[in-house]
């Protein structure tokens, strides 16, 4: 399953509003990273995404911008032990 992606260059700056889905994993630019609870769960990162929803009192409850939840964002990828 595949998502939309649209690429917008202002200034030289390449900005992307949707993940590209790859063989079933999210890839955005290193430098582009979010600091969300949609990236952290993309990309199976449980520390980050622990460290967001218990200090930063981040919410895993609400949609994001496409319409997906974290865990959604987990399962797409692959990420169980997240999605657990």
């Known amino acids: 399953m595949s998502s939309e992606i649209e690429i917008v260059e202002e200034d030289g700056v390449a900005q992307s509003n949707d993940r590209e889905s790859t063989n ?13 609870v949609y990236t952290a769960a993309a990309y199976g990162d449980s520390e980050k995404l622990q460290r967001l929803v218990e200090s930063e009192r981040c919410n895993v409850s609400v949609i994001d911008n496409l319409g997906y939840y974290a865990l959604q964002w987990a399962a797409l990828n692959n990420r169980t032990a997240v999605s657990q």
């Open 24 to 36: 079933g994993i999210a890839v955005v630019g290193e430098d582009n990273l979010k600091n969300d």
